[in-house]
């Protein structure tokens, strides 16, 4: 099992920068990719930046503006956000996928950005 707790989230102005942390914790043993995902009111659900296989990816729309990382000695992944905009409003997900096909999920952290 898995645990990941995020934090991070908050209000801020159009323009401003926010990093979310994702504690995670429990047996990560045969992990295939660690991500960011994303849910605004009213859509789907989206895959933000991800670490696959050593390599980084990101949405289209992000790129250039948001930085995933982890830091391996305390277990934390991170997403720098920089340069929000209020299209990037919605609640943020990590998320931790298995070899095996098993996804886990944080409890979620509201970002909110005001024009």
């Known amino acids: 099992q898995v645990q990941l707790v995020e934090s991070g989230g908050g209000l801020v102005q159009l323009g401003g920068s926010l990093r979310l942390s994702c504690e995670i914790s429990?047996?990560?043993?045969?992990?295939?990719?660690m991500g960011w995902f994303r849910q605004a009111p009213g859509k789907q659900r989206e895959l933000v930046a991800w670490?696959?296989?050593?390599?980084?990816n990101y949405l289209d729309s992000v790129k250039g503006r948001f930085i995933i990382s982890r830091d391996y000695a305390k277990d934390v992944m991170y997403l720098r956000m920089n340069s929000l905009e209020p299209e990037d409003t919605a609640i943020y997900y990590c998320?931790?996928?298995?070899?095996?096909?098993?996804?886990?999920w944080g409890q979620g952290t509201q970002v909110t950005v005001s024009s």
């Open positions: 670490i696959t296989s050593g390599s980084i």
């Open positions: 429990g047996n990560t043993f045969g992990i295939s990719t």
């Open positions: 998320n931790i996928a298995s070899f095996s096909g098993v996804n886990y």
